[in-house]
């Protein structure tokens, strides 16, 4: 069983920056293609960012640009960096592996 703890949530003005971190609790990156999700408050969650195996990524459109997701093998940590945040990227950010396993969230608020 995976555990993934997600840190580096808060909040930050308009245009600001923040890192997301998804700590997995074994080496999986090998393995297991890793994902981002959020979720607006009264909204659905979505889709933000994903990295295969391989490494490629992958966004939504309203991110790109914007968002970086990596991954640090050797730390079992994947990140999110988050440049240029608006309001509309305010939300409880989740991390995920392949395999329906999901971390207990991160919020993030974009407010002046």
């Known amino acids: 069983q995976v555990q993934l703890v997600e840190s580096g949530g808060g909040l930050v003005q308009p245009g600001g920056s923040l890192r997301l971190s998804c700590a997995a609790s074994?080496?999986?990156?090998?393995?297991?293609?890793m994902y981002w999700y959020r979720q607006p408050p009264g909204k659905l969650r979505e889709l933000v960012a994903a990295?295969?195996?391989?490494?490629?990524?992958h966004y939504t459109d309203s991110v790109k640009g914007r968002f970086t997701i990596s991954r640090d093998s050797a730390k079992n940590t994947m990140y999110l960096q988050m440049n240029g945040l608006k309001p509309e990227d305010t939300a409880v950010y989740y991390c995920?592996?392949?395999?329906?396993?999901w971390g207990q969230g991160t919020q993030v608020t974009v407010s002046s």
């Open positions: 995920s592996d392949g395999y329906n396993h």
């Open positions: 074994k080496s999986i990156f090998s393995i297991s293609a």
């Open positions: 990295i295969t195996t391989g490494g490629s990524t």
